[in-house]
C-alpha cells in the first residue's frame, strides 16, 4: 500500500536558515516577461529564468568565477561579462552585496526584495535605472515544498538599464525611473 507524505511547509522569509531558501524559484510567467539574459551566475536546476551561460553549484559552476568583477564558472569554463552583457542576479541573501560588486558594471537585472533597510539597497537603487516593483509575486517552491504563504516584503526588478525593462514586466508592475544608471 502507498503512502502519502505530506509535503512539509517552511518559513521562507529572510533569517529562516531554510535549506532549501536558495532553490525557489522566479515563477515561470516573470521568467517569461523579463526575457532571456547572456547570464545567470546563480541559476538552480529548476530555473526559468532563460540564460546563454548559467553557473550552477550542482554542476561545480561558480557565479564568482577567478574573483574579478564579471568572471564566472559554468562548469569547467571560465567566462566574463562585461558592460554590454545582460546579467539575471538573484543570488541567496547572503551574498547580495558580493554579487553587487561582482556585477554592478554589467547590464543586470536584479530580482530582490524592495527593503530600504538592508545593506545592499542603496547601492542596488543608486545602480538602477529603473525598478519595477511588483503587485505580488510568490516564488516558486523546490519540489517537496509548498509555498511559503507570501511575502513579507515587496519585490523589485531593480535594472541598470531602463532600456531592458519588457512590456510584459510593466503589465505585471509599478515601475519608474530612478534618474541613475543607463
Known amino acids: 500500500m502507498k503512502t502519502k507524505t505530506k509535503a512539509k511547509k517552511v518559513n521562507v522569509r529572510g533569517g529562516s536558515n531554510d535549506p532549501n531558501r536558495g532553490k525557489w524559484c522566479t515563477p ?3 521568467a517569461i516577461a523579463v526575457g532571456p539574459f547572456d547570464l545567470d551566475p546563480f541559476s538552480n536546476p529548476h ?3 532563460v540564460s546563454t551561460h548559467r553557473c550552477m553549484l550542482e554542476d561545480g559552476g561558480d557565479g564568482f568565477g577567478s574573483g574579478e568583477p564579471g568572471s564566472y564558472r559554468t562548469g569547467k569554463v571560465f567566462g566574463h561579462a562585461d558592460a554590454s552583457n545582460t546579467v539575471w542576479i538573484q543570488p541567496p541573501y547572503e551574498i547580495v552585496m ?3 560588486k561582482h556585477y554592478e558594471h554589467t547590464r543586470f537585472t536584479a530580482l530582490l ?3 530600504p533597510r538592508t545593506t545592499w539597497f542603496r547601492r542596488l537603487y543608486r545602480a538602477s535605472a529603473l525598478v ?4 505580488g509575486i510568490e516564488f516558486e517552491p523546490p519540489p517537496g515544498i509548498e509555498t511559503g504563504g507570501g511575502n513579507s516584503f515587496p519585490h523589485a526588478l531593480f535594472y541598470r538599464d531602463a532600456r531592458d525593462v519588457t512590456e510584459a514586466v510593466l503589465r505585471l508592475t509599478y ?3 530612478t534618474g541613475n544608471g543607463t
Open 28 to 30: 515561470k510567467p516573470v
Open 47 to 49: 530555473s526559468h529564468i
Open 98 to 100: 558580493r554579487a553587487l
Open 113 to 115: 526584495r524592495f527593503d
Open 132 to 135: 519595477a516593483v511588483f503587485r
Open 175 to 177: 515601475a519608474w525611473r
